[in-house]
């Protein structure tokens, strides 16, 4: 399943930028939620209940506070880091971040950078474009469908358990479906089993 | 979704100009019984008049317009009644409005396209609007009995029955259940079933499973984030 929404945190005093960046942000047409935040320690907090993939910094901010600033980069490693400059800064300070924002940059730059992070999420949960099954996967949707436990499907395939809750895992992932009859219409539709089996 | 060309909603607005904005407001207006027609008034006016609470008012109609609660907001026991009021009115258009348009549109889904996978997207769906219903079910006459009683301990406490006792825990699981399936449902008609002659129906089979997605979103977010932290706290005062 791809990760649709992007978590963007914006640590930014003044508040005619900070609104403007987040129009534009919103408009490059991503699913994104957008959290304004008044200083690096709320990055710590668990304020906002799931993962920020995006944090746009003013330089200022960090500027006497490196130390904690690259903590806080460790303790949040799969955040990207991005300053938002408008003034003149210290090469050593900029070299904080993973990626600079310039005010003149264009709106189509921005779209970019949250593009790529949307892509790289994808290619690191999926491995691959194609969200095929596997031939094992297959295997176990089959068995699935038909309403057989984890135990009895790892019997049948000579597997573990712990491998069946995985291949499920797996499968609902790729096919984005949960339930056990969503997957049979799936199922039905690519293919994979043949219609009479489930009618009536 | 997100949107910033919303209004972020205050009291002194006029509830037109909101409704104008953003038209499923209406829907709000409808599950607190206010008025349709309000004139020139304005957010505080009309819940004064009506006897509605005015943060529990401006806190769902941000929702609408997706701004979530900040956890700022300050509710307390007297907000109950109207959030109880707005939910119950939710489960009813739920049940005789929205579930029964969508299965309507199944129907005719079918009747375009006979295949297979669409009497089982039929039989799929019958099965799910079951499992709400018997959730709604519990909710108006467990979960939100319940609830009252902690307001106003002299409320009779409905038709409870032995082994039917509020829990908070299933209450959540009832919900992520509820919207897993929906999206099971969305993601069958848009990547999987093959189009036959359907398109128009299943566009707005797709744009009315997306509103009623939307909507319960906006309905547990109140259960979960306004409803829930004021009932914990009732029951720690009365431990």
């Not at chain 1, 395939?157 to 984005?176: A, D």
């Amino acid at each position: 399943m791809t990760k649709s929404l992007i978590n963007i945190a914006i640590l930014e005093p003044s508040q005619i930028i900070t609104e403007g960046l987040s129009n534009i942000l919103l408009k490059t047409g991503t699913y994104s939620k957008i959290f304004k935040i008044d200083s690096l320690n709320e990055f710590n907090t668990k304020l906002f209940g799931s993962q920020i993939d995006i944090a746009i910094i003013n330089p200022n901010q960090i500027q006497n506070k490196l130390k904690e600033f690259s903590l806080l980069k460790k303790s949040l490693s799969d955040t990207l880091w991005a300053g938002l400059v408008y003034t003149f800064f210290d090469q050593h300070l900029l070299s904080q971040f993973d990626r600079i924002i310039n005010i003149t940059d264009s709106p189509e730059s921005i779209g970019e950078l949250i593009h790529k992070i949307k892509n790289s999420d994808y290619h690191s949960s999926n491995g691959s474009e194609i969200e095929q099954l596997s031939e094992r996967e297959i295997e176990v949707l089959k068995l699935l469908i038909k309403g057989l436990p984890n135990k009895e499907i790892g019997d049948k395939l000579n597997i573990s358990i712990h491998t069946v809750i995985s291949h499920r895992k797996n499968i609902s992932q790729k096919t984005g479906i949960k339930s056990q009859a969503g997957l049979t219409i799936y199922a039905i539709s690519n293919k994979i089993v043949q219609i009479e089996d489930y009618l009536n | 979704m997100y949107r910033t060309e919303k209004y972020y909603i205050k009291a002194e607005m006029k509830i037109s100009d909101l409704i104008f904005d953003n038209p499923s407001l209406l829907l709000l207006l409808e599950n607190l019984e206010l008025d349709l027609i309000s004139g020139e008034r304005t957010i505080e006016q009309v819940c004064l008049e009506k006897n509605i609470s005015t943060s529990v008012f401006i806190s769902i109609a941000n929702l609408f317009n997706g701004f979530y609660p900040t956890g700022e907001e300050e509710f307390s026991s007297a907000d109950i009644p109207t959030i109880i009021k707005y939910l119950k009115n939710a489960h009813n258009y739920y049940e005789n409005e929205k579930y029964p348009e969508i299965r309507n549109c199944i129907e005719e889904l079918y009747k375009r396209n006979s295949s297979p996978e669409i009497q089982l997207v039929g039989k799929f769906f019958d099965e799910y609007f079951n499992e709400v219903k018997e959730h709604l079910a519990y909710e108006d006459k467990v979960a939100f009995p319940y609830f009252y009683k902690l307001y106003d301990p002299s409320a009779s406490q409905g038709q409870e029955k032995e082994n039917e006792k509020y829990s908070s825990n299933e209450y959540h699981d009832h919900h992520s259940d509820i919207e897993s399936k929906l999206t099971d449902l969305k993601e069958l008609l848009l990547k999987h079933i093959p189009v036959k002659n359907d398109r128009i129906i299943r566009r707005k089979i797709f744009i009315n499973l997306s509103d009623l997605e939307h909507d319960l979103n906006i309905h547990s977010t109140i259960e979960e984030t306004i409803l829930i932290p004021i009932v914990s706290q009732l029951e720690k005062k009365i431990d």
